[in-house]
C-alpha cells in the first residue's frame, strides 16, 4: 500500500466517485437508481445526524436493515461519520440481533422500515439509551411513548445534509466494521476489521481487475456476510454502479444478471451449482460479464467450467478469505485448459496469496512444513485483523507467533492446505469442526451449545449433512442422555437463538453416542448412519 493510500479511508473512494461522477449511477435496489450525487447527499443525512445526537463518543454504529436503500445509506453515513458500522439482519432471531447490539456496544441506530415491526422488541431488552435513526419512517408517537428511553430521528427531522463535512477523521487503525461469525461458545464472535485492512483490499482488487466507472457490480450477499464488503466498497471506489440483487432472485439469479448486463459477478459457488442443476448455465447466456469471482466455500471444478463456458468474455476466479483476512487474500484463476489437472478432489485450489500478504504451512508444532505436505495455514499482512472483539482469551490463542515468522503475528485459520509444485494452495478441510453451510462459516459448537440448552443434555452431537465438494446443505442433530424429548419444540427453540442455516433439519434419538479410538465422538460414524437412514 502506498503512502497515498494510506492516507485515505474507507469513505474516501465514495466521495472521489461523488465528485467525478455525480451524475452516474451508484445504487440500484428494488428497480429505484440512486445518483452518486443523490446518494451523498443522503449519505450526509446520516453522517450529521450521528454527530449531532451520539450521547458520548463511540468508534461504531450498527444499521438494522436488509436490502434496502436504508442499509446502503446507513453503512455509508456510518463512515462519513467517522466510525465503523455493525451490520444487523431484521430476518436473523431477535435473540442473537440483541446480542450482537450488546456486544457491540454501540449507542446509535440506524433502521430500515424492514426492521420496524421488532423494533420496539429490541428497545426494550436493550442495556443502554440509544439514538434511533429511521430514514424512511414518518414520525410515530407511539413508538416514541413505548421506548422513552431512547431517542429517535425520524425521516423529516433529518437535515438537508448540505452542511455537512465531516470533521471526524478514520485512521488506518479505525474500524470499519464489526462482524459476528459463530462462537464455539454459543456466543456469536466479532472480528472488527480495520479501515487499513479494508483500504488494502480495496486497493489491490482494483488494479487487479482493472475496475472502471463503466461496471457493473452484482451485491448479492447478506450485508452481515463480509464478502458484501467487497461489492460495496470496490465499486463505489471506481465510481461503478452497484446493483442489489433482490431476494426473490438470490438463488437464481441469471436473468437478473442479463437483465442488468452486469459485469462484476461475486457469489458462493453453490449459486453456480444451482444454476446449473436448473440447466440455467448455457454457453455464452452471459456475455456482458468480465469478472466472475467466487468465494466463501470450496469451489468444485465443474461448477467453473460450466461457468467459464456460460460467461466466454469473463475471467473466473476463486477467492480464499476467512474474515479475520479481510474478505480475501488468495486467488486462483481458472485455465480450461490447465485448471483440471491442478483440482484437488475436484476442487479448484485457492491459488496464491494477494502480493505483499503473507502464509505460513505450518504443522503441530507451529513449523513450516515442506510444499507438498498437509498443514494449517497461517496469514500475516495488512489485511490481517489484530485480534477478536473484547475477547483475549481467543485473541491469544489465533493470533500468535511462529518459529520462523520473526516478529509477525500470525493469524492460525483452522484450515488445512498443501502447496503444490508451482506454488498453488489447495484447501483440504478444516482442522476442528467449523464447516461451511450454504457459504456462511459456521462452528457446529454453536449449534450444540444451543440444542444442550434445549434437550437438557450434554450428549448432543450436530453433523453437517448433506455435504457436497465442502460445503452442506445444512445441519442434523444426534441427542442421547435422555429417554425422550419434543423435537418439534427443541427446533423452535433453536430457531428463536440461530439463523436459519444453523438450525438443524432434524434431530434424532439415540441410545448412545458412538465413540472413536480417541475417545472422542466419532462424527465420521453419524455421517454414515445418516447415509443409511437416507437409504
Not at 436493550?126 to 421506548?147: F, G
Amino acid at each position: 500500500m502506498t503512502a497515498q493510500n494510506s492516507s485515505r479511508n474507507l469513505i474516501s473512494g465514495f466521495l472521489e466517485s461523488a465528485e467525478c461522477f455525480p451524475d452516474r449511477t451508484a445504487l440500484v435496489v428494488d428497480g429505484e437508481s440512486l445518483t452518486y450525487s443523490s446518494l451523498h447527499r443522503r449519505v450526509r443525512q446520516i453522517a450529521w445526524a450521528i454527530q449531532q445526537n451520539e450521547q458520548k463518543p463511540y468508534p461504531l454504529a450498527a444499521v438494522w436493515a436488509h436490502r434496502s436503500h436504508t442499509a446502503y445509506i446507513g453503512i455509508l453515513g456510518s463512515l462519513a461519520a467517522g466510525k465503523g458500522y455493525v451490520p444487523l439482519n431484521p430476518r436473523f432471531p431477535l435473540e442473537r440481533t440483541c446480542r450482537m447490539l450488546a456486544l457491540s456496544g454501540c449507542d446509535t441506530l440506524i433502521v430500515g422500515k424492514e426492521s420496524l415491526p421488532q423494533l420496539s422488541a429490541l428497545l426494550q431488552t436493550a442495556d443502554r439509551s440509544l439514538t434511533v435513526i429511521l430514514p424512511e419512517v414518518a414520525a410515530s408517537e407511539d413508538l416514541q411513548s413505548k421506548n422513552r428511553r431512547h431517542r429517535f430521528l425520524f425521516a423529516e427531522q433529518l437535515p438537508s445534509g448540505e452542511d455537512f463535512s465531516s470533521e471526524k477523521t478514520s485512521t488506518p487503525a479505525s474500524p470499519a466494521y464489526l462482524l459476528f461469525t459463530s462462537g464455539s461458545t454459543g456466543m456469536p464472535k466479532g472480528v472488527p476489521i480495520s479501515q487499513g485492512n479494508v483500504r488494502s483490499y480495496v486497493d489491490y482488487i482494483c488494479q487487479r481487475y482493472n475496475v472502471n466507472e463503466h461496471d457493473r457490480f452484482s451485491q448479492q450477499f447478506d450485508l452481515t456476510f463480509d464478502l458484501s464488503a467487497h461489492d460495496m466498497f470496490v465499486s463505489w471506489e471506481r465510481g461503478a454502479s452497484l446493483y442489489c440483487v433482490p431476494e426473490k432472485s438470490v438463488m437464481a439469479p441469471a436473468k437478473f444478471i442479463r437483465d442488468h448486463q452486469l459485469t462484476m459477478w461475486f457469489s458462493v459457488p453453490s449459486i453456480a451449482g444451482l444454476l446449473a442443476k436448473l440447466r440455467l448455465l448455457s454457453p455464452g447466456c452471459f456475455p456482458s460479464l468480465r469478472c466472475s469471482l467466487f468465494c466463501g466455500e470450496p469451489l468444485p471444478a465443474a461448477y467453473a467450467h460450466s461457468w467459464q463456458e456460460a460467461a466466454p468474455n469473463s475471467i473466473v476466479e476463486n477467492l480464499y478469505g476467512p474474515t479475520e483476512a479481510t474478505i480475501a487474500i488468495a486467488h486462483y484463476r481458472w485455465n480450461t485448459e490447465r485448471s483440471p489437472a491442478e483440482c484437488v478432489n475436484g476442487i479448484v485450489p485457492i491459488g496464491c496469496v494477494f502480493q505483499g500478504q503473507h502464509f505460513r504451512v505450518t504443522g503441530a508444532e507451529r513449523e513450516s512444513v515442506p510444499i507438498g505436505e498437509v498443514g494449517e495455514l497461517c496469514l500475516s499482512g495488512s489485511q490481517v485483523a489484530s485480534g477478536y472483539w473484547s475477547d483475549p482469551a481467543k485473541t491469544q490463542k489465533q493470533f500468535v507467533r511462529l518459529p520462523t515468522g520473526g516478529e509477525r503475528v500470525w493469524y492460525r485459520t483452522g484450515d488445512l492446505v498443501k502447496q503444490v509444485a508451482g506454488g498453488n494452495l489447495c484447501y483440504l478441510g478444516r482442522i476442528d469442526q467449523q464447516v461451511k453451510i450454504r457459504g456462511y462459516r459456521v462452528e457446529l459448537q454453536e449449534i450444540e451449545a444451543v440444542l444442550r440448552h434445549a434437550c437438557g443434555t450434554e450428549q448432543v452431537v450436530s453433523v453437517p449433512w448433506p455435504v457436497h465438494d465442502g460445503s452442506a446443505d445444512g445441519v442434523v442433530a444426534f441427542v442421547s442422555g435422555v429417554k425422550s424429548f419434543d423435537p418439534d419444540r427443541v427446533l423452535t427453540s433453536c430457531g428463536n437463538v440461530l439463523p436459519d442455516y444453523m438450525v438443524p433439519k432434524k434431530i434424532y434419538l439415540i441410545d448412545q453416542l458412538p465413540l472413536n479410538l480417541n475417545q472422542k465422538i466419532d462424527r465420521a460414524k453419524l455421517s454414515s448412519l445418516l447415509a443409511g437412514l437416507q437409504t
